[in-house]
């Protein structure tokens, strides 16, 4: 087979739509004020980047998520490319970059063209019907920064619905609340692969380089 071709069926059996184990989002009425503030959330289209206060500690979060997420995405620029997204998109939602990491390995398993049983789409698994209530017809949630826009806007609205519960708010995510299955997958992966703490050695200078407190 010339290489050409060869890589171009590659691409494709790559890219190409593939089931996912996840549940679904249940589609529910919104307030008008919700359904607001979702819009506006998913509609700002800044271009991702690293949110850290300390460059150094983002840099160092980079790589060692990229060393952790190498057997999935092989290239390193995917690679990067994605964390910065899912580290923006996240810290934007006011939630943990690494829970959004653990929910993604169990929801798709870091496939961006997934697609499971109920119809939901790509890394974080969201229902279509979400472009409809606070979308547009130009998202694309098979597109990566959309598709991790929604996932993280849609997680963030079940964790105020469920005043901070995260074992609920993942359940409403999941279409399974009620149930542990999926909050405890998502959980273990958080603990199992992406945990994080700066290294001693950041702290330490920041500390040094604290102001002194009165």
């Known amino acids: 087979m010339p290489p050409d071709l060869r890589s171009g069926l590659f691409a494709l059996l790559l890219f190409a739509a593939v089931p996912a184990w996840a549940g679904a989002q249940r589609e529910e009425a919104l307030s008008a004020n919700v359904a607001s503030a979702m819009r506006r959330s998913v509609t700002d289209?800044?271009?991702p980047r690293l949110v850290f206060d300390d460059a150094r500690e983002g840099q160092v979060?980079?790589?060692?998520?990229?060393?952790r997420l190498e057997k999935r995405i092989p290239d390193p620029w995917l690679?990067?490319?994605?964390?910065?997204?899912?580290q923006y998109e996240a810290t934007r939602a006011g939630l943990d970059p690494q829970l959004v990491l653990g929910l993604i390995q169990v929801e798709s398993g870091f496939k961006k063209y997934a697609v499971s049983g109920a119809g939901a789409r790509g890394l974080m698994q969201v229902m279509p019907f979400w472009v409809r209530h606070i979308g547009n017809n130009e998202h694309n949630l098979f597109e990566l920064t959309t598709n991790l826009r929604y996932g993280c806007t849609i997680l963030?609205?079940?964790l105020d619905i469920e005043r901070g519960n995260l074992f609920r708010a993942l359940g409403r995510y999941n279409?399974?609340?009620g149930r542990a299955d999926y909050p405890n997958l998502v959980l273990g992966a958080l603990r199992a692969h992406w945990q994080w703490q700066p290294p001693a050695t950041l702290r330490t200078v920041r500390l040094e380089g604290a102001a002194p407190q009165n």
């Open 79 to 86: 690679r990067q490319r994605l964390l910065t997204a899912i």
């Open 175 to 177: 279409g399974s609340l």
């Open 45 to 47: 289209a800044n271009a």
């Open 156 to 158: 963030r609205h079940y």
């Open 61 to 67: 979060w980079l790589v060692e998520m990229s060393r």
